[in-house]
């Protein structure tokens, strides 16, 4: 599969401020969540996949197309900043009908309403955006990339001061743009367990680089060899820990109130071990759980690595 | 540029003009700009109200003042606050190229001082005629300051809204430019007012209008004024083109 984004030994600087260093990237049509802390890069690279920014050094690839100076790829990629970027005397119906003009859109009525209603805001369209709440005003900036149909859309912490609800809706917005649309959706966040919720495949940046991209999966098979902590919670659990330091994969054990956490060096295999050596220690384990099994451990252990 | 991006530029155009012109502080300065233009017109025509005069008060306030001022209120704010507060960015991230961007940003600009402009001086001017009436010629100045409040909007808009790309203080540039340059340093003696945008406005006016201080201004020529203006703004929107155009929107 031909990739959508390719990065070679991208850098870009402000000042004595690392926005990227030497990054290799390659992103393939799908959903694809860009993941990393603040600072990690990702708006930087946003920046430079629309053309805001020209990079100091490598090249970057959209669509096969540099973007730098290059306003005709524009018509191909829908671009949803990280920051507010809407003009907040304007309607919302305005609004779109201005991006819908200037990306050359026909019967701009007729799609301005279609966008409105697929972001669920046609009826506050009319309305000034300086009335919008935080998540209405994400929605219009999603619309607003949407409204030209394009191949590919860029949307930059698109949860980000939303509410519950609202992140649940929007994630399955953007679900629902590549299921049913069609569009090959990049997404950052540094809220992890959510990209987790949107896609499998995720690129992972941290001071500017890529630090690991794929798929999830795989890229928990990478930090494999490292430590994973197991929280056990229940009554005999001291016991039961006593009896897992005899295993080889076992590292440590931490003693709680009434839990135990167990580091454990292959955990696939420990919790193949686990149902029998509890049951033969008859402990009464009432939880178990890993405190790695999500999206911010594999990062951190990724860093730290 | 093909018919799409004229059709989306247009819209740009309009989208700002109407912006701009409907933003609320604007109008607040708008109608405070009508109300002193007719409050000068009144106190002028209380005396005076020979052709001279209406020439001498359109010159001293609408020539050498709302001209310089009126620009810079709009010019300071139009594409700078924009680029503040990055809203910009999704016009640039739009198939329109970024030198058709800027001219886009300065044709609204031009709309909006120009109906400001013919606005305010209209208000003197119809004050003026209300209460020493219509003597013949007057109506003849009136048009001819209009006109030369449109050529006046063409290079000072196009000077401040070329400096909002560099600086973001261009208020303070705006200041000094019209009050210490212009409303000064360019009355001096000796050459240096031939280094203002409103020497050739007058010198433009004093080939028009055969009354008041633009009646016996010394002025540069009437063509030679119309290249002067027309090169500098040129050279100004080709600058500011090109300064958007290279411009990093981080």
Redesign the interface.
Same mark, same amino acid.
């Given at each position: 599969m031909k990739p959508i984004i390719t990065a070679t030994d991208l850098s870009k600087w402000?000042g004595d401020v690392i926005g990227l260093n030497s990054l290799d990237l390659e992103i393939k049509p799908g959903i694809t969540g860009i993941v990393g802390p603040n600072g990690a890069g990702k708006s930087t690279l946003f920046?430079l996949i629309?053309? =805001? +920014?020209?990079p100091k050094l490598g090249e970057i690839e959209v669509l096969g197309e540099r973007p730098w100076?290059n306003?005709?790829i524009?018509?191909k990629?829908g671009?949803c900043?990280d920051?507010?970027?809407?003009?907040l005397?304007?309607t919302g119906r305005?609004y779109l009908? =201005? +991006?819908a003009?200037?990306?050359?859109v026909s019967g701009v009525d007729g799609r301005v309403q279609e966008v409105a209603e697929t972001v669920g805001m046609s009826g506050d369209i009319g309305r000034k955006i300086g009335g919008y709440s935080k998540g209405m005003k994400q929605r219009v900036k999603i619309a607003?990339a949407l409204v030209h149909r394009p191949e590919l859309l860029i949307l930059d912490e698109p949860l980000a001061g939303t509410d519950p609800l609202g992140r649940k809706d929007l994630i399955e917005l953007i679900g629902a743009l590549h299921r049913d649309s069609g569009f090959d959706v990049i997404v950052s966040s540094h809220i992890l367990r959510e990209v987790e919720r949107m896609t499998r495949e995720i690129a992972l940046l941290y001071k500017g680089r890529a630090i690991a991209s794929g798929n999830i999966s795989e890229i928990r098979a990478l930090i494999d060899k490292h430590p994973h902590n197991v929280v056990i919670r229940g009554e005999g659990t001291r016991q039961l820990a006593k009896r897992l330091l005899d295993e080889e994969y076992v590292i440590s054990v931490r003693l709680g109130d009434d839990l135990v956490t167990i580091e454990v060096r292959e955990p696939d295999m420990f919790f193949r071990d686990f149902p029998g050596i509890a049951r033969e220690q008859a402990s009464g384990v009432e939880e178990i759980y890993s405190l790695d099994d999500n999206l911010e451990s594999v990062f951190d252990y990724l860093v730290e690595g | 540029m093909n018919l799409e991006d004229l059709r989306g530029w247009i819209a740009l155009v309009q989208f700002l003009t109407r912006r701009t012109l409907l933003n609320r502080r604007m109008l607040i300065a708008l109608a405070c700009a009508i109300l002193l233009s007719a409050l000068v017109a009144y106190a002028v025509a209380e005396e005076m109200t020979g052709l001279d005069d209406l020439a001498g008060m359109l010159d001293i306030f609408v020539l050498s003042f709302f001209l310089l001022v009126i620009p810079l209120v709009y010019g300071s704010s139009i594409l700078r606050s924009d680029l503040e507060d990055r809203s910009i960015t999704m016009v640039l991230t739009s198939p329109l190229n970024r030198p058709m961007v800027y001219i886009g940003y300065r044709a609204a600009l031009f709309i909006c001082v120009a109906v400001a402009m013919l606005i305010i001086t209209s208000a003197g001017a119809l004050t003026f005629f209300a209460l020493a009436g219509v003597e013949s010629g007057a109506i003849g100045i009136y048009v001819n300051v209009c006109l030369l409040t449109l050529i006046g909007a063409i290079v000072y808009s196009s000077l401040y809204l070329t400096v909002s790309l560099i600086t973001k203080r261009v208020i303070y540039f705006g200041l000094f430019y019209a009050f210490i340059w212009e409303g000064f340093v360019g009355l001096l003696p000796g050459g240096i007012g031939d280094f203002t945008i409103r020497h050739y406005v007058r010198s433009i006016g004093s080939s028009w209008i055969q009354y008041g201080g633009l009646g016996s201004y010394q002025g540069s020529g009437l063509l030679n004024s119309f290249l002067v203006l027309a090169g500098a703004a040129a050279v100004l929107v080709a600058l500011g083109s090109y300064l958007l155009h290279v411009k990093e929107i981080e």
């Open positions: 402000y920046k629309m053309g =805001l +920014i020209k100076r306003p005709g524009n018509a990629i671009f900043p920051y507010e970027s809407l003009p005397d304007s305005d009908a =201005l +991006i003009r200037l990306q050359g607003a | -």
